[in-house]
């Protein structure tokens, strides 16, 4: 799987948006970028994912450049239950399976 | 619905004990994962499992650790002679659909074990 290239903190303000960016710039044409995070003292929750149009969903959205060398996860209107560590995961399509490799994410400190 | 449990949830062990952990995962799921996940770091992984069949172990660091699932359901990662460097949360996860596309896991809360 390719590597991913992460902040390792990021603050925001309660109510605002919080746009976390991920570098993928190794990533492969049958490669996916998911995004999980992790609150404290809690397991990694599945947040998004997505090959190469911008998704959106309930809790976030992300964006994948055109190259998609690169993607933004998005939540629109951070909470303080919001502060957790975000991780960006590649991985190839139909790998079911397979282990998710984490790196040391992004920690997210939301503020009010 | 219920999701991944772990138990315990803390778990204090003395060098050289012998360790048990277990993880129900959600109904039904065919995949399992194990991963431990040192302070500070994301999670890696230790090894995988497809109903009772353990098809990856490549992760387990030593032959101190040994995981089951004998009925496809409940698994449970053992730990012998545990050692200092083995502190650290224990996570399990699951996920529905084997040879999916694409899969999500369900990870539970994880397993404290700290070694003294």
């Known amino acids: 799987d390719a590597k991913t290239t992460q902040p390792p903190s990021m603050d925001c303000a309660e109510g605002r948006a919080a746009n976390l960016p991920c570098n993928h710039s190794?990533?492969?044409?049958?490669?996916?970028v998911y995004w999980y995070r992790q609150i404290h003292s809690q397991g990694p929750q599945y947040i998004i994912h997505?090959?190469?149009n911008n998704e959106t969903n309930e809790m976030a959205s992300l964006i994948i450049t055109e190259d998609r060398k690169s993607s933004t996860l998005i939540l629109p209107h951070a909470t303080l239950r919001d502060t957790a560590v975000y991780y960006c995961?590649?991985?190839?399509?139909?790998?079911?399976?397979?282990?998710?490799?984490f790196g040391k994410g992004t920690t997210l400190s939301v503020s009010s | 619905g219920a999701g991944v449990s772990q138990s315990p949830r803390y778990k204090v062990a003395k060098r050289g004990q012998d360790v048990a952990l277990r993880c129900d995962p959600i109904?039904?799921?065919?995949?399992l994962f194990w991963y431990q996940q040192a302070l500070g770091q994301g999670p890696e992984f230790l090894t995988y499992?497809?109903?009772?069949?353990?098809?990856?172990k490549s992760g387990l660091p030593s032959d101190r650790f040994f995981a089951e699932r004998p009925e496809g359901s409940v698994s449970t990662l053992k730990i012998q002679r545990t050692q200092q460097e083995d502190s650290a949360v224990y996570l399990c996860?699951?996920?529905?659909?084997?040879?999916?596309?694409?899969?999500?896991?369900?990870f539970g809360p994880g397993t404290r074990l700290l070694v003294l």
């Open positions: 109904s039904g799921h065919v995949s």
């Open positions: 995961i590649v991985r190839t399509l139909n790998q079911a399976g397979t282990a998710l490799i």
């Open positions: 190794t990533i492969s044409g049958n490669e996916y």
């Open positions: 499992f497809q109903n009772e069949a353990q098809l990856d």
């Open positions: 996860a699951s996920s529905p659909i084997e040879g999916a596309l694409y899969e999500t896991q369900y």
């Open positions: 997505g090959l190469k």
